[in-house]
Structure formats: structure tokens, C-alpha cells
């Protein structure tokens, strides 16, 4: 009775979880990709290991700066795979194509564009750098919205509280036959 006893007081103690999801985020510009990662409570994955695939095969190892971004242009066009890896074996995964858009971007990008207000001259690079700014905050959010769509609800709690108490009932039930028969 005394170990059915423990074992319910173990199952019961609220544990602090330290594992928590990654996300990375790819910007592809020409042939430079930036990757940003980011664990699900928005804090950037320091350190993290980088692996960049193309047909399955290694091309790329780096790590991720103190930002959680890591920097790199891709040795030619096609689909490639990066793996980021953090700390405690975390890890996530993303695909993503370099070069499809080239052709546009070599015809647009080398243009300079006016605004709609006038007279405001800014290249697609710099444009791209802004909007990439500007996505910051919506990411985090994105984050944050992840996170919490991870977190357990009222009723997964009570399930399993539910179920917990059933196997404690179980093994009591079990304890008793056996104490009866001896």
C-alpha cells in the first residue's frame, strides 16, 4: 500500500517541463538564405547547431549567432533542407528553394523604386531588409500563439487527472484481492 501511496505522490507533483519547441523562419534573397530560430517562448536559439541539406547530402555546417540567426549563400539552385539544433537535443526542420525567383529578382532588383508619395528612390534589397525588420514583431507573435496552443487545456487536465486516479483505483483494487487471499 505504502508504494501505491508513493508511486500516486510522484504522479502527482507538478514537474517543470524545460523542453520547449523550436521555429525557424527562412528568407531566401538570390542565393542568400537567412535562417532565424527561435525556441516557442520567442528566446533565440544561441549557439544552435546548423546543418543546410541539398538531395540529402551534407553542403553546410555553421552556428547560429547570439540573435538565433545563421547567414550562408547557397552554393546553387535547387531545394534544400536546414536542421537547427539547440541545446538538450532540440531541434526543428525547414524547406525551402533558392533560385526560383532569380530571373525576376535579377530584372527587378538592380532597379530602383519611386514610392507611390514620390520622389522616395529605395533598391529591393533595402526594401527586402525593411519588410524583414518590420516581420520581426509578427513572428514573435506567432511564437507566442504557438506556445500557447501547446500548453494543455481544462479538459486534457482533468483527463488525465481522471486517469491517473483510475490506475490508482486499479492498483488499490489489486492490493486488496491479493491481501484477501493471503
Not at 532597379?111 to 528612390?121: A, F, H, Q
Given at each position: 500500500m505504502k508504494k501505491v501511496l508513493l508511486l500516486l505522490a510522484l504522479t502527482l507533483i507538478p514537474l517543470s517541463a524545460l523542453a520547449h519547441k523550436i521555429s525557424a523562419f527562412i528568407d531566401v534573397e538570390g542565393n542568400t538564405v537567412n535562417v532565424s530560430s527561435f525556441f516557442s517562448d520567442g528566446t533565440p536559439v544561441k549557439g544552435g547547431e546548423v546543418e543546410v541539406f541539398k538531395d540529402g547530402k551534407l553542403v553546410l555546417k555553421g552556428k547560429t549567432d547570439k540573435n538565433g540567426e545563421f547567414t550562408f549563400k547557397a552554393p546553387q539552385k535547387g531545394k534544400y533542407k536546414v536542421v537547427v539544433i539547440a541545446e538538450l537535443g532540440h531541434r526543428t526542420e525547414a524547406e525551402f528553394t533558392v533560385g526560383e525567383t532569380e530571373k525576376e529578382d535579377r530584372e527587378v532588383?538592380?532597379?530602383?523604386?519611386?514610392?507611390?508619395?514620390?520622389?522616395?528612390?529605395?533598391s529591393e534589397t533595402e526594401l527586402r531588409k525593411a519588410v524583414r525588420e518590420e516581420l520581426k514583431p509578427i513572428r514573435q507573435e506567432l511564437l507566442q500563439i504557438e506556445e500557447d496552443l501547446s500548453r494543455p487545456n481544462l479538459t486534457e487536465i482533468i483527463g488525465g487527472i481522471g486517469w491517473i486516479l483510475g490506475i490508482f483505483g486499479g492498483a488499490v483494487l489489486l492490493s486488496r484481492r491479493k491481501g484477501e487471499r493471503n
Open positions: 532588383g538592380k532597379k530602383e523604386k519611386v514610392n507611390s508619395e514620390g520622389g522616395v528612390k529605395i
